[in-house]
C-alpha cells in the first residue's frame, strides 16, 4: 500500500508534472533536513505608459481642412473633425460658419474667392461631381467666365440643377475625362473643350482651342481621345470642324497610323513597325513609324503637338539621341503627308535604299 507521500509522487509522474518544491514532510514523521528557501528575482520597476499625443481641437481641424479646400467644408467633414449638428449651429448663430449650398458652409466668412465657389459647387454634389464647362474653362485659364452660375458635371443620367450651380449628367464622363487643378476636381483640358463645343459658337472654341496651345495645355491625342468616345454628342461636329479649319486633322490616334500606312502601300514602301520602342542613353524611346533593318524612323508632328518652344527643344533632344544611337530620323507634317504624299514617300524610300 502506498503511503500518501508516495501516493503523491506517483499521481504526480503519472500526470507527468514537475513539483516546484520538494513535499513537506508528513506531521508524525520527523522534520526533514531544513530546505533553503529560494530568494525571489528582483522586479524592474515598471516603466511609465507613453502620454498619448494630445488630440487636435475640432476648430483647429476645421481651419486647416477649411485651407486645403478653398475655404469651404460640408456638412459630413464637420462631423469628422469633431464637429457635430448642435456645434454646426452654435457656430452658424455665431458668425463662424456661413452657408453656401445645402449641406456646404463657408469658414470664417461668407466672401469667398471665386476657386472656393468652384469647389463649394463641386462639393454640393457629393464625390463624383466634377467642375466643367464654361467653369472648368476658366480655371483653366482657357477663357473668362463671368456668369453667376457655376457648371457641374456628374456620371449619370440625370441630375437636378440648384440655384447658382448648372448641372449636367452625363453617361460619356468616365475617368479619364476627370482630373484636379489647384485640389479642385475638374474636367480635363480635352473633355472642356468638347463641353464648350457644346455652348459656343465656333470662334469661340477657336479662341479656346488657341488658348490651350499657348498655355501649353493642347493635346491632340487626348482631343481624339474625348471625341471618339462621344458618341455623337451635340458639340463633337463642332469641335471637329475648328480642328480642321487649324490645318489639324481630328483623327484619332489609329486612323493616323492607318493614314501613313496607306501611304507606304499605295508607294511600295515597306510597311514599317508602328509605335516601336528604341533604346537610347537616356532610355528608352517610342518612336510613331520605324524600319529596324534600315535604321530609319519617321516621326509625324502636328502643329498643335510642335507649335512651341518646349516641343521643339524636346524634338530636337530627342532627334540627337536617337542620333547617337545609329537611327536616322524623318519628321514629316501631317499636311504633308496629306498633301505631298509623293514628296514623303520619295524621301522615305531614298533613306531606305541607302547605306545602312
Given at each position: 500500500?502506498?503511503?500518501?507521500?508516495?501516493?503523491?509522487?506517483?499521481?504526480?509522474?503519472?500526470?507527468?508534472?514537475?513539483?516546484?518544491?520538494?513535499?513537506?514532510?508528513?506531521?508524525?514523521?520527523?522534520?526533514?533536513?531544513?530546505?533553503?528557501?529560494?530568494?525571489?528575482?528582483?522586479?524592474?520597476?515598471?516603466?511609465?505608459?507613453?502620454?498619448?499625443?494630445?488630440?487636435?481641437?475640432?476648430?483647429?481641424?476645421?481651419?486647416r481642412l477649411a485651407a486645403r479646400q478653398h475655404g469651404v467644408v460640408t456638412v459630413a467633414q464637420l462631423t469628422k473633425?469633431?464637429?457635430?449638428?448642435?456645434?454646426?449651429?452654435?457656430?452658424?448663430?455665431?458668425?463662424?460658419?456661413?452657408?453656401?449650398?445645402?449641406g456646404v458652409y463657408a469658414v470664417g466668412h461668407p466672401l469667398l474667392p471665386g476657386r472656393g465657389h468652384w469647389m463649394?459647387?463641386?462639393?454640393?454634389?457629393?464625390?463624383?461631381?466634377?467642375?466643367?464647362?464654361?467653369?472648368?474653362?476658366?480655371?483653366?485659364?482657357?477663357?473668362?467666365?463671368?456668369?453667376?452660375?457655376?457648371?457641374?458635371?456628374?456620371?449619370?443620367?440625370?441630375?437636378?440643377?440648384?440655384?447658382?450651380?448648372?448641372?449636367?449628367?452625363?453617361?460619356?464622363?468616365?475617368?479619364?475625362?476627370?482630373?484636379?487643378?489647384?485640389?479642385?476636381?475638374?474636367?480635363?483640358?480635352?473633355?472642356?473643350?468638347?463641353?464648350?463645343?457644346?455652348?459656343?459658337?465656333?470662334?469661340?472654341?477657336?479662341?479656346?482651342?488657341?488658348?490651350?496651345?499657348?498655355?501649353?495645355?493642347?493635346?491632340?491625342?487626348?482631343?481624339?481621345?474625348?471625341?471618339?468616345?462621344?458618341?455623337?454628342?451635340?458639340?463633337?461636329?463642332?469641335?471637329?470642324?475648328?480642328?480642321?479649319?487649324?490645318?489639324?486633322?481630328?483623327?484619332?490616334?489609329?486612323?493616323?497610323?492607318?493614314?501613313?500606312?496607306?501611304?507606304?502601300?499605295?508607294?511600295?514602301?515597306?510597311?514599317?513597325?508602328?509605335?516601336?520602342?528604341?533604346?537610347?542613353s537616356d532610355g528608352h524611346m517610342k518612336a510613331d513609324f520605324l524600319w529596324r533593318a534600315q535604321r530609319l524612323i519617321?516621326?509625324?508632328?502636328?502643329?498643335?503637338?510642335?507649335?512651341?518652344?518646349?516641343?521643339?527643344?524636346?524634338?530636337?533632344?530627342?532627334?540627337?539621341?536617337?542620333?547617337?544611337?545609329?537611327?536616322?530620323?524623318?519628321?514629316?507634317?501631317?499636311?504633308?503627308?496629306?498633301?505631298?504624299?509623293?514628296?514623303?514617300?520619295?524621301?522615305?524610300?531614298?533613306?531606305?535604299?541607302?547605306?545602312?
Open positions: 500500500m502506498l503511503s500518501a507521500v508516495e501516493g503523491g509522487h506517483y499521481e504526480a509522474s503519472l500526470l507527468g508534472t514537475e513539483r516546484s518544491e520538494p513535499p513537506r514532510d508528513p506531521p508524525n514523521l520527523p522534520a526533514g533536513p531544513r530546505q533553503t528557501r529560494r530568494a525571489t528575482p528582483r522586479q524592474a520597476p515598471a516603466r511609465p505608459l507613453p502620454t498619448p499625443p494630445p488630440t487636435t481641437p475640432p476648430d483647429a481641424a476645421l481651419a473633425v469633431g464637429i457635430g449638428p448642435s456645434g454646426a449651429r452654435n457656430r452658424v448663430a455665431a458668425g463662424r460658419l456661413h452657408r453656401v449650398h445645402r463649394a459647387a463641386v462639393l454640393a454634389y457629393g464625390p463624383d461631381a466634377v467642375l466643367s464647362h464654361r467653369s472648368a474653362a476658366a480655371l483653366w485659364g482657357l477663357r473668362a467666365d463671368t456668369r453667376p452660375d457655376t457648371d457641374v458635371s456628374l456620371p449619370r443620367h440625370c441630375a437636378k440643377s440648384r440655384p447658382g450651380l448648372r448641372v449636367h449628367a452625363s453617361l460619356t464622363l468616365d475617368r479619364n475625362d476627370v482630373t484636379q487643378k489647384e485640389r479642385i476636381p475638374c474636367t480635363t483640358v480635352a473633355r472642356t473643350l468638347l463641353d464648350l463645343a457644346e455652348d459656343l459658337d465656333d470662334r469661340g472654341v477657336e479662341r479656346a482651342v488657341e488658348q490651350a496651345g499657348v498655355l501649353n495645355l493642347f493635346d491632340l491625342r487626348a482631343v481624339s481621345d474625348v471625341l471618339d468616345r462621344a458618341n455623337g454628342r451635340l458639340g463633337t461636329g463642332r469641335l471637329r470642324r475648328v480642328l480642321e479649319a487649324a490645318g489639324e486633322p481630328a483623327f484619332t490616334e489609329s486612323e493616323l497610323e492607318e493614314y501613313f500606312l496607306e501611304l507606304c502601300r499605295k508607294h511600295g514602301l515597306p510597311r514599317p513597325q508602328v509605335a516601336g520602342w528604341i533604346a537610347t519617321v516621326e509625324t508632328d502636328g502643329y498643335a503637338f510642335h507649335s512651341h518652344r518646349r516641343a521643339f527643344e524636346r524634338d530636337h533632344r530627342r532627334d540627337l539621341l536617337l542620333h547617337l544611337a545609329g537611327w536616322k530620323v524623318r519628321r514629316f507634317t501631317w499636311r504633308q503627308i496629306a498633301n505631298d504624299a509623293d514628296l514623303v514617300a520619295a524621301t522615305v524610300r531614298a533613306v531606305l535604299a541607302g547605306p545602312h
